[in-house]
């Protein structure tokens, strides 16, 4: 009979350290993971704002009634764009680790187009934003397909 209580007791410390390795191993697995999905969206987030700061300050220098519109793939968990003292672009973003406003920088006057929200471009998948000039600054719309 002791035989068999070793032999059980030896199998069950095999057990627990077999788990005690794969549960750190695991955690820290998930975490790194989760933190190069973050990583992937702030990557996203930077190109998209340095674009689109860009490209107004191209439209403002090629004078007045220029206008581009630029195709963007806005990744997930953009919860809202906003400009803030008509310098500069504020994307805020909740991930895993939470909330966060990336702010981009402008040499220019930019606004939001009138009768417009920013918040439009927000949110997963493609988006086309207007950027155009009218002489003194340029403003930031999203872009509506015209009706044919």
């Known amino acids: 009979m002791p035989k068999r209580a070793q032999s059980a007791l030896e199998y069950l410390m095999v057990i627990a350290l077999v788990l005690g390795i794969i549960v750190p191993v ?6 790194y993971a989760s933190e190069s ?6 990557s996203q987030i930077n190109r998209i704002g340095r674009n689109i700061i860009d490209t107004a300050e191209t439209v403002y220098y090629s004078g007045k ?3 581009i519109v630029v195709e963007l793939n806005m990744p997930e968990n953009v919860e809202d764009v906003y400009i803030i003292a008509e310098r500069e ?6 991930t895993e680790l939470g909330e ?7 040499d220019i006057d930019i606004t939001i187009a009138e009768d417009d929200d920013l918040t439009d471009i927000a949110g ?12 003194t600054e340029v403003l930031i719309g ?3 397909e015209p009706a044919p």
């Open 65 to 67: 009634s220029s206008k």
């Open 124 to 135: 997963v998948g493609r988006k086309k934003v207007k950027i155009e000039s009218d002489g």
């Open 26 to 31: 695991t955690y820290l697995l998930f975490r």
């Open 142 to 144: 999203k872009f509506v």
């Open 89 to 94: 672009l504020v994307f805020k973003v909740i």
């Open 100 to 106: 966060t406003e990336t702010v981009f920088f402008s």
């Open 37 to 42: 999905n973050v990583e992937i969206i702030d």
